[in-house]
């Protein structure tokens, strides 16, 4: 078992939970936030290995010794370039939030049935 | 009611079947898998960067990279486009508070400052072009909350500049070094120095540029609106 990426998961349920349960648009947009912070646990987590280090080379991890030292740097990688995408995405969705409030005034996603099947 | 109890069932299931058999049938590593062997092993020789990391982001997957900056700039683009024309800018209630004045103007530079530190060592401590662009961007979010009238047009330049240069020093890798976005065009110098490790600091940095303006971009198009 793995504690990091259990939260992980459990970060993305509560997520889903309130993408699937609220009405408020915001609120949406929230749990959408939580569900990329509990991905980005899950990659790191797959990444590390117990009682290893960062991966940068210095004083006390050698470059010989390294291979035996670190933790998967690329996990680190992915996640790192993810978190900014995800900034921006988020701002993008609240920018159609905003877009549609000074539209329609309501912020309910009862009010939008355009897309309802 | 029943979209709750759907939504539970919707999750439930989705826990049992996927989360569930991921979280129990994933090993816990105890050693590197060949690739991460090969970047921990090799790429000190290689590339010359201390921080792994970095030296994957900027070179070994540099086009993956370039593609994340490129996501960035199509939201930024899209957020500019939704916000649409300022008609004008809502005039405040009341100019900042002397505190909020004084304080922002004393920790402007500083924060600057911080940010570029950060986006320079990108190859030899945790750090790099993306966060230091956040923290860059976070300083000229208090820069807009002073200062009421405020160009961006000289952000658009940099945006421009720094994605225009980064693109540009990666076709040099073609021509001079192995391939796109290979970093030794530039000498490796010495190991775990600020001027080190080819062209990685100089992509970085641009980076950093890059993604500061954008964000800076995100913040422009959502000020003040009628």
Redo the contacts between chains.
């Keep these: 078992m793995n504690l990091v990426m259990t939260l992980g998961f459990l970060l993305v349920i509560i997520g889903l939970w309130a993408m699937l349960t609220q009405k408020n648009l915001i609120k949406i947009i929230i749990g959408f936030s939580i569900i990329d912070t509990g991905v980005h646990l899950i990659i790191v987590s797959i990444g590390y290995i117990k009682g290893r280090t960062a991966p940068i080379l210095d004083a006390s991890v050698s470059v010989a010794d390294a291979a035996n030292k670190i933790v998967d740097p690329i996990p680190s990688a992915l996640v790192l370039t993810a978190i900014v995408i995800g900034l921006a995405v988020t701002a993008l969705m609240l920018t159609f939030v905003i877009k549609l409030y000074q539209k329609n005034k309501s912020l309910s996603i009862d009010d939008y049935q355009e897309l309802k099947w | 009611m029943i979209?709750?109890v759907l939504?539970?069932v919707?999750?439930v299931l989705?826990?049992a079947l996927i989360?569930a058999p991921?979280?129990?049938n994933?090993p816990?590593?105890?050693?590197?898998?060949p690739?991460?062997?090969y970047?921990?092993?090799q790429g000190?020789?290689d590339l010359g960067a201390?921080?792994?990391?970095t030296?994957?982001?900027v070179t070994y997957?540099g086009l993956?990279?370039l593609g994340?900056v490129t996501?960035?700039f199509i939201?930024?683009a899209?957020?500019g486009f939704?916000?649409g024309k300022k008609k004008k800018l809502i005039t405040p209630k009341r100019p900042a508070s002397e505190l909020l004045q004084n304080g922002a103007s004393f920790l402007l530079p500083i924060i600057i400052l911080f940010g570029v530190y950060i986006f320079m060592h990108g190859h030899?401590?945790?750090g790099?072009g993306?966060?230091g662009?956040?923290v860059i961007a976070s300083g000229i979010l208090f820069m807009m909350l002073i200062n009421q009238d405020w160009s961006h047009n000289v952000f658009l330049f940099l945006e421009s500049f720094s994605g225009f240069f980064y693109v540009t020093i990666g076709a040099l890798g073609i021509v001079l070094a192995g391939g796109f976005l290979d970093n030794r065009i530039l000498p490796l110098g010495t190991f775990?120095t600020i001027f080190s490790a080819g062209a990685i600091p100089l992509i970085y940095s641009l980076i950093g540029l890059k993604?500061g303006t954008?964000?800076v971009g995100?913040l422009h198009?959502?000020r003040g609106e009628e």
């Design positions: 979209k709750q939504s539970l919707a999750i989705l826990a989360f991921m979280l129990i994933t816990l590593h105890t050693s590197l898998t690739l991460a062997n970047y921990a092993t000190a020789d201390p921080n792994l990391v030296a994957i982001v997957r993956d990279t994340e996501v960035l939201a930024t899209g957020i939704l916000m030899l401590t945790p790099g993306f966060q662009g956040v775990g993604v954008e964000l995100i198009a959502m």
